[in-house]
């Protein structure tokens, strides 16, 4: 097995930046996603979220020291949540995973753990 974490068997901060501006540009572009966003510059959420996954999949704390504990549900509260935002989001995410190049067993792992985390952060089924 590999010793290394996940974080770095993936290659890094790099893999994670990757990952996330790819997600973020079609943030940008998606008609149902891009309006639940209050900024104007997608920046400093894609910040927030590429800090989140790296400190999660055993990089760096940088997320906690800047934001505190995650508390992911209670954040995203402000947001109407359906399946249809959800399903938009992990749309975005699915061709930032698959352009990302993120190599088996990490692949399916991360996406295992993207739809979980995605399907538990529904918070409305108007
Ligand atoms: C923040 C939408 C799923 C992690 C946000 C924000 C929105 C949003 C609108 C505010 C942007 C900002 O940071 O200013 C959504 C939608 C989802 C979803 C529609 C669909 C289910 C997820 C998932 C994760 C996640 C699955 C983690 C795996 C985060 C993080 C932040 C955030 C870390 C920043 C929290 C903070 O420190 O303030 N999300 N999100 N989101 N989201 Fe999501």
Request: overall charge negative.
């Amino acid at each position: 097995s590999d010793p290394r974490n996940f974080f770095e068997a993936v290659g890094g901060e790099p893999t994670f930046r990757k990952l996330i501006s790819r997600f973020y540009a079609e943030v940008a572009e998606d008609p149902v996603l891009r309006p639940l966003y209050p900024e104007q510059d997608l920046g400093p959420a894609e910040e927030r979220l590429r800090l989140f996954l790296m400190q999660y999949w055993g990089g760096p704390h940088t997320y906690s020291e800047q934001r505190g504990h995650p508390r992911l549900r209670m954040r995203h509260v402000p947001f109407k949540i359906g399946p249809t935002e959800r399903d938009a989001w992990l749309r975005a995410m699915r061709v930032a995973v698959d352009e990302t190049g993120v190599e088996e067993p990490y692949r399916s792992q991360l996406w295992q753990y993207l739809e979980m985390a995605a399907h538990s952060l529904v918070n409305s089924w108007e």
